[in-house]
Nanobody, 124 residues
Framework: QVQLVESGGGLVQAGDSLRLSCAAS????????MGWFRQAPGKEREFVAS????????DYADSVKGRFTISRDNAKNTMYLQMNSLKPEDTAIYYCAGRRFTSITREVSRYDYWGQGTQVTVSS
């Protein structure tokens, strides 16, 4: 089993930056592909970014490409999401997720472990 805990959310203004962290415990973190997802009120959970087990392969949703950067530190069992140039439409609960495979995917259903989420609110 894997436990995931997100942190780093908050209330910021448009144009500001935030860095989210996802701390993992339990199963070997370095063997998991990881991802970030978000869910705004009244909307479905959507893919934000993903990273493979070693960190050498990443993928981003078009809406965040060029503004967000996903990374991981396997020595610290932690994944990060650096969010720059934040927009009001980035407002959502952000979730980290892990899957028992080394390759990345955008599909919510293919992730086995989820954190409780952290709120990000961007004011205009």
């Amino acid at each position: 089993q894997v436990q995931l805990v997100e942190s780093g959310g908050g209330l910021v203004q448009a144009g500001d930056s935030l860095r989210l962290s996802c701390a993992a415990s339990g199963r070997t973190f370095s063997s998991l592909a990881m991802g970030w997802f978000r869910q705004a009120p009244g909307k479905e959970r959507e893919f934000v970014a993903s990273i493979n087990y070693g960190g050498g392969t990443t993928d981003y949703a078009d809406s965040v490409k060029g503004r967000f950067t996903i990374s991981r530190d396997n020595a610290k069992n932690t994944m990060y999401l650096q969010m720059n140039s934040l927009k009001p439409e980035d407002t959502a609960i952000y979730y980290c997720a892990g899957r028992r495979f080394t390759s990345i995917t955008r599909e919510v259903s293919r992730y086995d472990y989820w954190g409780q989420g952290t709120q990000v609110t961007v004011s205009s």
